[in-house]
């Protein structure tokens, strides 16, 4: 497995794999690999001849008060994840070889960024679509994976790439958590003793909501109060929002049906927690 900086090797490395008639998977992240980046890694390589981690702390998708300087980062211990996961090449540019000093291009997406995460982090899909743009761009994969972990942002792409007829295969892979149901989350790492056990309010909030749906609940007012009252009886919790949404538009729904995504973001203390489950209804 090779680790590169630069864009120009990667593009040399990617001409070499297609000048042998290969195919590349794309998998990209933000370091500080877990058993859910682990997951997109080993499916990758389970579709594709040759398959790329990129490993990018990307500025552009964090807000001003957010957390882009305390980011964890560990990019020794993410190659000897994607070592072992069987990856070829890991992408782990400096910002200054992503963004020029008078970079001025961004890919905007519209509707479906706008609720959810998109209303309490406005500028953060642009952030994403731009960057994963440019991703794409540079590396040229037939495939690329996300988690539905981030259930709006695989939506966002999927849009962005049906809107500007990028030739890429979006690959949804499913939700990995810890034994006691947390999702894995590079973020998990900001939580004390105290707020980890707290944070099992999510995954015991998204778990109640899934059950009332498969005992044949449709009424996004019940299951979302349900949950809801769940979240608020854990005194370190603060909900964002606890919403019902189509999975594709991410338009609200008052009632399940189609392919339902109930999706929710709570503050632990400081730490912004993300969660959810999608429905076939
Ligand atoms: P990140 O490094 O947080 O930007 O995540 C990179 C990719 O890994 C995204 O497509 C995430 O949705 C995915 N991912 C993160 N956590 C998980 C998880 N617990 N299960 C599945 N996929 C995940």
Redesign the pocket.
Known sequence: MEITGSIEEVRKRVLEWRQQGLSVGLV????YL?E??E??IVKAVAENDRVVVSDFVNPIQFGANEDLSTYPRDIEKDKALCENAGADLIFHPESCEMYAPDFSTYVESQGVSAGLCGKSRPTHFRGVCTVVCKLFNIVTPDRAY?????AQ?LAVIRRMVRDLNMHIEIIG?????EEDGL????RNTYLDEEERKAALVLSKAIFHGESRMKQGEKDAGVILREMTELIEAEPLAKIDYVEMVDADSIETIEKAEGRVLVAMAVYIGTTRLIDNFIMEV
Not at 146 to 150: A, I, W
Not at 173 to 177: E, G, L, T, V
Not at 183 to 186: D, E, G, Q, T, Y
Request: hydrophobic share 25%.
């Open positions: 990209p992240t933000m370091g877990h859910g980046h997951s997109l996300f988690g539905q972990k981030d942002q892979c499913p939700i990995i958590r999702a894995k989350s590079s």
